[in-house]
């Protein structure tokens, strides 16, 4: 990608790529307080989704109830080639490597920025099987990206999936664009998830 200045679309796909990808070596979690200002929204089966701002850095804590097993949901998240199927922008997400027999793995991925331009990067996931998956940045265009999928099971068997994410996309993309372009796309990715994961197929796989 070339140019001082990243068009709109360059944006947006470097923000799916982010939508898809997870984090960094991070541990941290949505917090207690996030959980219990959007309670009404999770009990309505609506996504939640919170923005801060943080200098260059942009900190988002999301979650979705799912009415599914963690195996099913787990299956969903995992399943990188499929991503292009429901996540903007993203063009193809390939395995390269199993590490560690089987607890991480790296993979490739292509976004779209415009109508002849691609970029790709690399990341690495690593598995806690069918409770929390980190990912990190291992090349590409971001700057910085940390972020964790947790699955947290409910006493009514339901699966509280929650996404915490701090970006800074390393371009010059003005950050009240990246704050919208997350609010607008990532509630729309959580409900993908919950879609596929409570789909009769994704309950029959087997999964990790």
């Not at 193809?92 to 415009?114: H, P, R, W, Y």
């Not at 002849?116 to 940045?137: L, N, Q």
């Not at 371009?171 to 009240?176: A, E, N, Q, V």
């Amino acid at each position: 990608m070339r140019g001082s200045a990243a068009s709109p679309g360059c944006a947006r796909a470097l923000l799916a790529a982010i939508l898809l990808s997870n984090g960094a070596a991070l541990s941290a979690q949505v917090s207690d307080e996030f959980l219990e200002a959007f309670s009404a929204e999770l009990d309505a089966d609506e996504p939640a989704l919170e923005l801060k701002k943080g200098g260059p850095v942009t900190h988002v804590e999301a979650a979705i109830v799912i009415n599914a097993p963690s195996s099913a949901i787990w299956g969903v998240l995992v399943a990188c080639d499929v991503a292009p199927e429901y996540v903007p922008n993203v063009v193809d997400c390939q395995s390269i490597e199993v590490l560690n027999d089987g607890a991480a793995e790296l993979f490739i991925q292509t976004v779209k920025a415009a109508l002849w331009v691609t970029f790709e990067h690399v990341f690495r996931m690593d598995y806690e099987p069918h409770a929390r998956i980190i990912i990190s940045r291992v090349s590409g265009p971001i700057r910085r990206l940390e972020a964790t999928w947790e699955l947290v099971p409910r006493a009514d068997r339901s699966v509280l999936l929650t996404y915490s994410l701090a970006v800074d996309p390393g371009i010059p993309i003005p950050r009240w664009f990246v704050r919208q372009t997350l609010k607008r796309d990532l509630p729309k990715v959580l409900e993908a998830v919950r879609q596929r994961s409570m789909a009769p197929a994704a309950q029959a796989r087997e999964v990790r």
